[in-house]
């Protein structure tokens, strides 16, 4: 087995640079220069990105940076001890002990186990302190590789040695760190688990066993990295009173902490605060209402016994909930409206010469008469879909109050959408009833009430109680405002042309793109769905500028990985290679995975080619009837050949404005 660490790959004394990218810039090169990895660029983006992701400083002066990359041919260690020392973004200050972890995509067991050992050995006090006192390259290296068992064989303390070196402890000291002797001892489970899983797994670990025997507890820990775990039994679980989650990824085999108190952070707490962490753990075990793992539970489901939240953002949660459970409604219903429209333009060149309703009054499936089949099927689609799309407004506001007020928030919200699309009140009305909804639900359901009275809440006092308030305020108070706005809004859409359709589309494509499926893109989305159901020209072109941003983002980075693909690592080359279809398929969280770990420079590049796809398609008039399924619709587009260049604008641009930038950022880390 080659050395891990060698002179050459030892940086002492030197400044580095002032920031953590410097230092890390300078590591890279030197392991580069070592023969050990094939590509600067290829490498540093990998370190770059994991870096962006968690500070990998930690109490007591150290850094680890570290990173998986094809570049690297062997697992290596490079290490630096700057001067001036350089933050890593520990809470105690800055490092002056940088030790860079470079592993190979398919490094060996043997190996990701050394590269843990030095991780937790970084936790010895008197290990760092050898490391600072030491006055070469070549003496580094020693200390280094007699930590980790290699070369020399480190001394192991006898047991009496150890005994002696054990700082001894007072009679007092001892009965105020222990537990009473009449108190059962606290008994805890812990799992530990970073992204990486070289470094920070096994540090978090090591940091949560020091600290419960300096309290007195019983702790055991499952480490779920990539040098072989540490495997709680089931038996340890169901014995502990609380569970501690120090991860920065999901928890495997999550279900077997089911019922029990718990915590769960970054991974990097478990190593700043493992004190704060365990007491946590142990006040949750203590309270009845405290967190619980749910059974089922996965890292995207909230849990149960956590509070909801401000006001505001409980709304917001529920919007967000709404237009969620909108969107099937909108697809399904505006697709086959989309189809409908096909079949009816097969037979009849103009589409407004079309009487739908004429058609299936006129004809039935075995008594066409005079109408040509293909005319009698765009008119089932178009109805067909007609209802989807009425169901829309009355979904979003059911959910939403479903989000705010659960089950009995369902009908109330319901009742209250189809009276604001009654009144005309349109989208706007749908939130406004939603909300209003939800909330009248929410407050009867607080209601101390005899259980005889209690029973008949959910089902019949509580749905027609709201559907009355909520439903008179619509009809009596707020459609009409609303309305005006709706209508305000339309006419102001239908009189744009020219220069202000370009900056329409500008503006909804940069929405698009700017946040992903977050709220600014989830709005331009509803902006755009709520007129499709009038059937008007511009509705449809909305729409389409909509689709086309929005596939914009994940096909740049799809487009970025595969012109420069030394610039990523191997995961987001991976992620690259999905983003291609889920671009295609209009789902812009395709490239969430890029713009989480480099956001300053993918969110820009998104954002310049959404907004100059959104622009082109507004200005060439593009229109789509269906309100989704990206490329696959292009066949029910108006203007085809323009909806593909506008998706191919805005993609080569993006992906060009990345490139540029990841480039210019890792050459300057590189000439530093």
């Avoid at 470094?199 to 507890?217: F, P």
């Amino acid at each position: 087995m080659s050395d891990l660490i060698t002179a050459d790959l030892v940086l002492l004394d030197e400044n580095l640079g002032e920031t953590r990218f410097d230092v890390i810039a300078k590591l890279a090169q030197a392991v580069v220069n070592a023969g050990r990895a094939t590509d600067f660029e290829q490498l540093y983006a990998a370190a770059e990105a994991r870096e962006s992701k968690t500070d990998t400083g930690i109490p007591g002066g150290i850094a680890i940076p570290h990173c998986r990359s094809a570049a690297v041919t062997e697992p290596t260690l490079a290490m630096a001890r700057p001067n001036p020392a350089v933050s890593f973004g520990a809470k105690d200050g800055p490092a002056d002990l940088i030790f860079f972890i470079a592993a190979p995509d398919g490094a060996d067991q043997a190996h990701l186990k050394l590269l843990s050992t030095l991780a937790r050995s970084l936790m010895k006090k008197s290990f760092t302190a050898s490391l600072r006192e030491a006055s070469s390259a070549e003496e580094i290296v020693e200390l280094v590789n007699g930590a980790l068992g290699v070369g020399e064989k480190k001394a192991e303390a006898k047991p009496a040695e150890a005994a002696a070196a054990a700082p001894a402890t007072t009679p007092a000291a001892a009965e105020k760190e222990a537990p009473a002797a009449s108190a059962p001892v606290k008994k805890i489970v812990a799992v530990t688990a970073c992204p990486t899983g070289i470094a920070h797994t096994y540090m978090a670990a090591d940091a949560l066993k020091y600290a419960a025997e300096e309290l007195g507890y019983d702790l055991k820990v499952e480490t779920q990295g990539s040098s072989g775990n540490e495997k709680l039994t089931q038996a340890d679980i169901d014995a502990a009173d609380a569970v501690i989650f120090a991860v920065s990824v999901n928890v495997r085999e999550r279900n077997r902490f089911a019922g029990k108190p718990f915590i769960e952070s970054p991974v990097k707490r478990g190593i700043d605060e493992p004190k704060e962490m365990i007491a946590e753990a142990l006040a949750e075990a203590e309270n009845p209402n405290g967190a619980r793992v749910a059974a089922a539970a996965s890292s995207g489901e909230d849990s149960a016994g956590a509070t909801e939240g401000a006001w505001g953002s409980r709304i917001y949660k529920a919007v967000m909930t709404g237009i969620s459970y909108m969107i099937p409604f909108v697809a399904a219903g505006g697709i086959l409206v989309a189809l409908g429209f096909v079949f009816e333009a097969i037979t009849v060149p103009n589409l407004g010469d079309v009487n739908t309703k004429a058609i299936l009054d006129s004809a039935t499936l075995f008594n066409l008469g005079d109408v040509h089949w293909t005319l009698y099927l765009g008119a089932v689609l178009q109805t067909i879909g007609g209802f989807g799309l009425s169901l829309m407004v009355p979904a979003l506001a059911a959910y939403i109050a479903y989000g705010l007020a659960q089950r009995p928030g369902i009908a109330p919200g319901f009742i209250a959408g189809s009276v604001a699309l009654a009144v005309n009140a349109g989208f706007l009305g749908g939130i406004v009833g939603g909300i209003l909804a939800g909330l009248i639900a929410y407050a009867l359901g607080t209601l101390k009430l005899p259980r005889w009275l209690g029973s008949m809440m959910p089902v019949v006092i509580t749905p027609l109680v709201t559907s009355l308030v909520a439903g008179l305020a619509m009809y009596l108070l707020l459609g009409a405002p609303l309305a005006w706005v709706m209508t305000t809004l339309q006419d102001w859409l239908t009189s744009m042309s020219g220069g202000s359709a370009l900056l329409l589309g500008l503006i909804l494509g940069a929405m698009m793109a700017s946040d992903l499926g977050g709220p600014i893109n989830k709005a331009a989305y509803l902006f755009a769905t709520a007129g499709l159901s009038s059937g008007a020209t511009v509705n449809q072109e909305i729409m389409a500028a909509v689709i086309i941003s929005g596939m914009v983002p994940p096909l740049a980075m799809a487009l970025a990985t595969t012109l420069r693909p030394k610039l990523f690592n191997e995961n987001e080359r991976e992620n690259g290679k999905a983003a291609w279809l889920l671009g295609a398929s209009f789902i812009s969280e395709g490239a969430i995975p890029f713009a989480s770990a480099d956001p300053a420079r993918v969110i820009p590049s998104t954002i310049v080619g959404g907004a100059i796809a959104g622009a082109i398609s507004m200005g060439a008039h593009v229109a789509s009837p269906a309100p989704h399924g990206g490329i696959w619709i292009i066949g029910l587009a108006q203007n085809p050949l323009m909806f593909f260049v506008a998706v191919l604008a805005g993609t080569v641009l993006s992906a060009l404005v990345y490139v540029v930038l990841k480039s210019m950022g890792a050459r300057s880390k590189a000439s530093a």
